[in-house]
């Protein structure tokens, strides 16, 4: 299994640190583990099957978000790297956790079994909570961490309730038991709303969607700028892939119970990330704020709730993993040149590094969605999706915010190439993320112009689940 | 599979402009000339398209179709018709011919013309696309370039004019983007072809055709820009540097009208007849209302801006009549607009370039300074108030003529328009050229032999449309026909 091959590499890692404390020797240790691991994953999965105890499944659907997070913690890893914020300090351990975040990721999107979503999840967050607050001396990633931390423990408690309930009602936590049970009908709808709306809670932390996003801004401004890459993108992964297997494949005969809840949240999801997106002055901040609206534009391909707003979902994950890992590394890039994170430090871009300015509006304004770049692929996909099926309130709610979204995506880029530079500016140059950047580039381009094989990609990971 | 004409005619800038990306920032000369070399074999290959086309056929000629994205139907369609090729002819004309006029930029030129570039791939592929999907990311594309173009490089309020170009253009184009979603899947089999579209047309109930036109109309109604989307025009086209005013003017607002031509009036022919007497008050408000407030314009560009609204109002009511010489003379004002108002926008640089000034007052006497510019002014400037025997003229009389027949009211009220418009060119040709020198402006030299080059080969065609106008009309006049005939309207 690629667990085991990552977790040998860890503890590798963990030891060898004891002797070198090289940032770039571990790095390219851990980049190994990662790559080790994805060549194998496929060869670890040849049908679907279950294992240990119906505790995990191996299905197409958790090898495509294996699949993803294996490439998010690879680029995780290059960007902290050239992250030089990350001293030579405690690096062993950085990697090390940063393993074992993968491994609980692999996990979880392949439980099938609420006990065992819960441990892997858990498993996730304490690592992230270290990771947060891995600048030790830094008082904004402390207090990111502890609110981190305050929320995560809230939420995942309200979860592990749930499940506990649910234990109660069915007298097992396997999913697949579960869902037998209530495809025949039995279960009373407004008591599984109830505990639906539990296990929401500590999935919309995870996924950061609205009312369970406050963490998200100052945990994203706090924390070392290649750890908000990872939370931004591959806890988020992971919550939707739970989220995915849990309603629309596990309890999808609820739909009509959870369908309109779910269209609230996402449009004040949706909303409420790209209003207060427009007053932020910090990118990281912003970009916070622009990842909770677009776990919105994400969570239409769930309300849908058809196979066409499956793929939406995926495909917009995969984009969305894409050209937010690309926009943190141009935000690490920037830092290390002018150690601030200001919107307004980014006048005059252009003028001290083209390269990274234009990779940057290239990423946002994937990220606002506009042709034909991947971005709008993910929304073009589950508008489609929304259309098909007549949710066309939600359509217009979402075109809308995109409009507005593109408002503060074109502040950032207005400022670099709109306004003269203010600050001083030493490029710093750094390979592993340069690597890093063209590869996220090159994928946003790629799967934003030859999108089929993508497509077919995805339609052959959902089908498994969505039956 | 004959040579693929349009692929090299929409691509070619912009395998230009990243060729540019790779030149060094600082042989200018080189950037430029890469830029007028892909613009130039464009326009070159646009002459070639004219002339192999057959003005008889009404189908679509030069097409190429692939597959893009075979999974949800997408495909890479291209092909012309005499619907499209004026306005291939004409974006490919003032691409090149704004191209030279951008010599004249003097800071950031590699990022110019690398986005004038990827601007005039972008315009050029929304004419040609015959593929909802491929027409929506090409219409697009051109938003981004335009951006910077008018940010960057524009006047003292460049920023704001930009982004709010930018935010208008989006919001329109976005629900056209439903639009264009709810046509697929309302189709059987579901397609995105414009084409297969438009075999089906009128299938659809009439409420559901009404909400498409509705999202599709936001769209095109920004870019032609129609009463009360035209607020974003006069901003973006003042504070624009002259050669981008052109192509705003010549080409952008085209793209709106073509899309009524192209979509919504065939795709959607129920809900066409529908709106048709709303349509033409609109029209008519853009004529009189964008006619009265270029009245009161001090600022030379401004002025142009909102003549722009005006005659593009045109534009809207020969379309709504639905007979054969109003869609004629809609077709024919979008390319005369574009000629003659790419010229005037030209011709402001000129003089904005010697005097450092648009204000309308403190011009004068400029007809003993400047002959010849005096000469090409006025001729523009009698072109564009529909002056017979230039091409103002025919297109406007066909329009009025075919709206006539449906619209009584509307059509008489609107000649009003042209009244005022006769009104505010000649005072404007009086302000500048008449009247004692200013004193400021003695020493002002005569239009140059590159602005001359630029000018030249409008007046000509101007003035060619004008006394000839089957020139352009033979291209389109077939196809109009059949467009008139698919949609049930007035054979007239």
Known sequence: ?467 | MSFPFLTCIVFLPLAGGLLILFTPKKNVGLIKTIATAVTGTALILSLVLLFNFDCAKTSMQFEENMSWIPSINVSYHLGVDGISIGLVFLTTLLSFLACIGSYSIDTRQKEYFFLYLLLSTGMLGTFIALDLVLFYVLWEIVLVPMYFLIGIWGGPRKEYAAIKFFIYTLAGSIFMLLGILAFYFTSTPHTFSILELGKTTGTLTLSLQIVIFIAFYLGFAVKVPVFPFHTWLPDAHVEAPTPISVLLAGVLLKMGGYGFFRISFPLLKDAAHYFALPFAILGLINIVYGAIVAMAQTDFKKMVAYSSVSHMGFVMLGLASMTVTGSNGALLQMFNHGIITGGMFFLVGVLYTRAHTRDLDKFGGLGVKMPVYSGILTVFALASLGLPGLSGFISEFMSLLGSYAVFKLVTIVSVLGIVITAGYFLYMLQRVLMGPLNERLVSIPDISKRELFVLIPLMLIVILIGVYPLAALKYQMASIEAFIQKIGGGAF
Request: aromatic fraction near 14%; charged fraction near 10%.
């Open chain 1, 1 to 467: 299994m690629p667990e085991i091959i990552l977790l040998v590499f860890a503890i590798i890692i963990l030891v060898s640190s004891f002797f070198i404390r090289n940032k770039n020797v571990l790095g390219v240790c851990a980049l190994s583990a990662i790559v080790a691991a994805s060549l194998y994953l496929p060869q670890s999965h040849k049908t679907d099957t279950v294992l240990f105890f119906n505790m995990l499944t191996s299905d197409s659907f958790s090898l495509f978000f294996k699949e993803i997070s294996l490439f998010i913690t690879g680029i995780v890893v290059l960007l902290s790297m050239g992250y030089k914020e990350l001293t030579e300090e405690y690096i062993g351990e950085y990697y090390f956790l940063l393993l074992n975040g993968t491994i609980a990721m692999l996990l979880a999107v392949s439980s099938n079994n609420l006990l065992m979503i819960y441990l892997s999840l858990e498993m996730l967050s304490l690592i992230s909570y270290l990771l947060v607050a891995f600048l030790k001396n830094n008082t904004l990633s402390s207090e990111g961490a502890l609110k981190y931390f305050l929320f995560g423990a809230l939420s995942t408690g309200i979860m592990l309730y749930g499940i506990s309930l649910i234990y109660g009602l069915f007298g097992t936590t396997d999913l697949s038991i579960i869902s037998k049970t209530i495809n025949t009908g039995q279960i009373n709808g407004l008591v599984s709303l109830i505990l639906l709306v539990m296990i929401l809670a500590g999935l919309g932390f995870k996924c950061a969607i609205v009312p369970f996003h406050m963490w998200a801004p100052d945990v994203y401004q706090g924390a070392p700028t290649a750890v908000t890459a990872f939370i931004s993108a591959g806890p988020k992964a992971v919550g939707f892939a739970v989220l995915l297997r849990l309603f629309t494949n596990n309890f999808f005969y609820l739909y009509a119970n959870w369908v309109d809840l779910m269209m609230l949240i996402s449009i004040f999801t949706m909303t409420i990330g790209n209003i207060i997106a427009i007053s932020q002055t910090n990118i990281k901040r912003m970009l916070a704020y622009s990842s909770i609206a677009q776990a919105g534009y994400m969570l239409i391909g769930l309300v849908v709730g058809t196979a066409s707003g499956m793929e939406g979902i995926l495909y917009y994950i995969l984009a969305y993993a894409l050209m937010n890992l690309g926009a943190f590394g141009c935000v690490i890039l920037v830092s290390n040149s002018i150690r601030s994170d200001a919107i307004e430090d980014y006048a005059g871009l252009y003028k001290k590094d083209p390269v990274t300015s234009f990779m940057l509006s290239i990423f946002l304004l994937s990220l606002a969605g506009v042709p034909p770049l991947a971005g709008f692929w993910g929304k073009f996909l589950v508008f489609s999706a929304a259309i098909q099926s007549k949710f066309i309130l939600l359509a217009i709610v979402g075109v809308l915010n995109s409009v507005v979204a593109a408002y503060y995506y074109m502040r950032v880029i207005k400022y670099m190439y709109l306004e003269e530079p203010k600050l001083e500016y030493i490029k710093q140059k750094s390979a592993p993320l340069q690597i890093a950047l063209a590869t996220v580039m090159a994928g946003v381009f790629i799967a934003g112009l030859y999108i089929s094989p993508f497509l077919n990609w995805i339609r052959n990971s959902q089908f498994s689940l969505f039956q």
